[in-house]
């Protein structure tokens, strides 16, 4: 079965820096892997994902991903945040062939301040 | 489009009694459900997922039940509740094998006192 750690609990940053979201799994099939968003009292929005292919994948809003087989690691990144990117981050696996389960990680609350 | 409706949105509930939570989808046929559960500050636990009408397969041992009485139907039940049975619920489907990632409800939050 698959595992994913989340470093981070969580990560205070300023409006307009950088901030880096760790994550590793671990599976012994393949995988797809997720990022997902989830604001205060919503459910959650699928932020980006790795199916197959380039190993950086991005987001409409400026996230991107990057998928390290070796290191077993999928780390989200943003380059500049927005007071508007505060809120809790989860990353998730799904071996392919499993009905679509996914095994999320305990989750990481970005905190934006001016 | 698809959507997702999950209802209700919050539920005040007193211990020992019964539960009853509903999602459905549209716009698509044949989804596969889950139900998952989050904990206060802790990450989502898969409770049940069903890949077709009357197919629950339950993750954890535990106080809850799961149906499928339609295609895009999904409702997460409890005949006595737990306090350990408090918080925040989501119903989610995928189609296919799950590489287009899943559609989250809105959740319900319970809180059982």
């Known amino acids: 079965a698959q595992s994913v750690t989340q470093l981070d609990s969580q990560v205070p940053v300023f409006e307009e820096a950088p901030v880096e979201l760790r994550c590793n799994y671990s599976s012994s099939v393949s995988v797809y892997l997720f990022w997902y968003v989830q604001y205060p009292n919503q459910g959650l929005q699928l932020l980006l994902k790795?199916?197959?292919?380039?190993?950086l994948v991005e987001s409409i809003n400026g996230f991107e991903a990057e998928f390290n087989k070796s290191q077993t690691s999928f780390h989200l990144r943003k380059p500049s945040v927005h007071i508007s990117d505060t809120a809790e981050y989860f990353c998730?696996?799904?071996?392919?062939?499993?009905?679509?389960?996914?095994?999320f990680g305990a989750g990481t609350q970005v905190v934006v301040t001016p | 489009s698809q959507t997702i409706h999950q209802w209700p949105a919050t539920l005040v509930q007193p211990v020992g009694s019964p539960l009853s939570l509903e999602c459905t989808v549209e716009?698509?046929?044949?989804?596969?459900l889950y139900w998952y559960r989050q904990a206060a500050g802790r990450g989502l636990q898969l409770l049940f997922y069903s890949v077709g009408i009357g197919q629950i397969s339950s993750e954890v041992p535990q106080n809850l039940s799961a149906s499928r009485p339609q295609d895009r139907q999904f409702i997460l039940s409890s005949k006595k509740l737990l306090l350990s049975d408090s918080g925040f619920y989501l119903c989610?489907?995928?189609?296919?094998?799950?590489?287009?990632?899943?559609?989250f409800g809105s959740g319900t939050r319970l809180t059982v006192v």
């Open positions: 790795y199916l197959s292919g380039s190993t």
């Open positions: 998730a696996v799904s071996e392919v062939n499993s009905w679509g389960k996914l095994q």
């Open positions: 716009g698509t046929s044949n989804p596969n």
């Open positions: 989610a489907w995928t189609g296919g094998a799950g590489a287009y990632g899943y559609t």
